[in-house]
């Protein structure tokens, strides 16, 4: 089946930095979603983006569709602390009846 | 109150038991899922279904099933838990014609098989 790659499994960052994560497959996908997971709860959609190209932000947030539609990046900026937790990007092929695959996710941590 | 909700949140079992897992939304979604959550794997489908008549197996339904009693409600059983079952388990769900492909999850079920 279609896979995504996030790398690496954990982000170390200082508080007030800013932090990118990008996502990738060798599928073609109508539809980027990313999620972050605090801990002890389930994933939260962040961002949804439906078209290449496609910039879209959220507060601190910023995700982009690739142009190829084989990728994604998530940038967060000014981190606080609330950043802590995993962030997964997930994809959709065309189709209603698609489901979405999902990356492995991203800890991230943030020092204070 | 959630609007995906699991039962229970937290369980320990022993190898060989029956458990199952319920979920429970308020959404009016058709579409629902069960995940599972191990480090490092991220989330991989177990089952899901479109409707209340429909169940489909996802990438790892092995050593599982499902049953859709109604809209609102799906519940995945471990008829025969054994150790590598322990992970942590979500249940979601979407509805393409009010959200477009975003899925919900609920709040998660820790289940420790021993």
């Known amino acids: 089946g279609q896979q995504l790659n996030q790398s690496p499994q954990s982000m170390f960052i200082q508080e007030g930095e800013d932090v990118s994560m990008n996502c990738t497959s060798s599928s073609i996908f109508n539809t980027w979603l990313w999620y972050k997971q605090d801990p002890g709860e389930g994933p939260v959609l962040l961002i949804a983006?439906?078209?290449?190209?496609e910039l879209t932000s959220n507060g601190r947030l910023t995700a982009q569709f690739g142009i190829t539609r084989k990728d994604s990046f998530l940038n967060i900026s000014a981190s606080i602390p609330s950043d802590v937790g995993i962030y997964f990007c997930a994809g959709q092929l065309a189709g209603a009846n698609s489901k979405l695959t999902f990356g492995k996710g991203i800890t991230l941590s943030v020092r204070p | 109150d959630a609007d995906v909700t699991q039962t229970p949140r937290n369980r320990i079992t022993k190898t060989g038991k029956r458990i199952m897992l319920e979920c429970s939304q308020t959404k009016g979604h058709d579409r629902m899922y069960w995940y599972r959550q191990d480090p490092g794997l991220g989330l991989r489908l177990i089952y899901y279904?479109?409707?209340?008549?429909?169940?489909n197996k996802g990438e790892i339904s092995d050593g599982y099933s499902v049953s859709r009693q109604a809209q609102a409600k799906f519940s995945l059983s471990l008829e025969s838990a054994i150790p590598n079952q322990t992970a942590l388990y979500f249940c979601?769900?979407?509805?393409?014609?009010?959200?477009?492909?975003?899925?919900?999850f609920g709040e998660g079920s820790w289940l420790t098989v021993v």
């Open positions: 279904s479109f409707d209340v008549k429909d169940i």
């Open positions: 979601a769900t979407s509805d393409p014609r009010t959200s477009g492909n975003t899925i919900y």
């Open positions: 983006l439906y078209k290449a190209g």
